[in-house]
């Protein structure tokens, strides 16, 4: 039992590059989210989903797609890279309607 | 939406209990208090959760005012390693409740 899996764990971009982040998750939890951390900051929401084929945008969705199409898997998808996408991006599962999520380890983008 | 209100840092000695404090004075009938730890920018990790009675496992014990209105985590003997940001959170569980609303958080240090 893996819990949920984000790669990569470091990431480094040139603007306007592309690139999916991973997310998976072996509890079958049907909400999945993604969230970014910028220093000193709380988390926030980007993209959520609560469950195969149905996604939806949260607080600071600008600029990413996100798509589910299996239960497993969440990828976070950054069109065209900008600097201010440098953060620290986090993926979390839970089961629906549960505060209690399980987070990944995190995966530290540097946009140059 | 309620909101959170904690002290941005405590100090707690090693082997002491730690009580952080929270202030959620607009919280409704039907949201829970949600606690969350994140230690040294690994993802965040969920701890214990309460509506109204106090709670209590293998990590910490919750302690919600009779009004609702503030609660304490209790971490019964600190070690250094419960030294990271902890965060209070009102969840409203129910249809449409999706987001985590992280804020910034009570970064604890525990002194050896």
Not at chain 1, 26 to 43: A, I, K, T
Not at chain 1, 85 to 110: D, I
Not at chain 2, 78 to 83: V, W
Request: with cysteine.
């Amino acid at each position: 039992n893996a819990g949920v899996t984000q790669t990569p764990k470091f990431q480094v971009l040139k603007t306007g590059q592309s690139m999916t982040l991973q997310c998976a998750q072996d509890m079958n939890h049907e909400y999945m989210s993604w969230y970014r951390q910028d220093p000193g900051m709380g988390l926030r929401l980007i993209h959520y989903s609560v469950g195969a084929g149905i996604t939806d945008q949260g607080e600071v969705p600008n600029g990413y797609n996100v798509s589910r199409s299996t239960t497993e898997d969440f990828p976070l998808r950054l069109l065209s890279a900008a600097p201010s996408q440098t953060s620290v991006y986090f993926c979390a599962s839970s089961y629906y309607r549960q505060g209690q999520a399980f987070f990944g380890q995190g995966t530290r983008l540097t946009v140059v | 939406d309620a909101k959170t209100t904690q002290p941005p840092s405590m100090d707690c000695a090693e082997g002491r209990a730690a009580n952080l404090p929270c202030n959620h004075s607009t919280i409704s009938g039907n949201e829970y208090v949600y606690w969350y730890r994140q230690i040294h920018s690994q993802g965040p990790q969920y701890i214990i959760h309460g509506l109204k009675n106090n709670e209590t496992n293998e990590m910490a014990s919750l302690i919600i005012t009779e009004d609702r209105k503030s609660s304490t985590l209790i971490l019964p003997h600190a070690t250094l390693r419960d030294t990271a940001v902890y965060y209070c959170i009102v969840f409203f569980v129910g249809a449409g409740s999706y987001q985590l609303t992280f804020g910034k958080g009570t970064k604890l240090s525990v002194i050896p």
